[in-house]
């Protein structure tokens, strides 16, 4: 999963530019205030975002 993160200082949308395959909490810098993000990934999050297991198959059928 990637994230996307909006500052609450600034509004700055970024990217995080690491993967998230667990769930965990961690810390960004904003881009554009350099104020501090603090990022929380739960698994709901996680299985929010990833497709059911027939579309990932649909989309590569060597899966």
Same mark, same amino acid.
């Given at each position: 999963m990637r994230a996307v993160v909006t500052c609450e200082s /600034?509004?700055?949308r970024q990217a995080v530019a690491r993967p998230i395959a667990a769930p965990e909490s961690f810390f960004v810098? /904003?881009?554009e205030c350099e104020g501090v993000l603090r990022?929380?990934?739960t698994e709901q999050d996680l299985r929010t975002a990833?497709?059911?297991?027939?579309?990932?198959?649909e989309?590569?059928?060597a899966a």
């Open positions: /600034c509004g700055h810098i /904003c881009h990022v929380e990934v990833s497709p059911p297991a027939t579309a990932r198959r989309r590569n059928p």
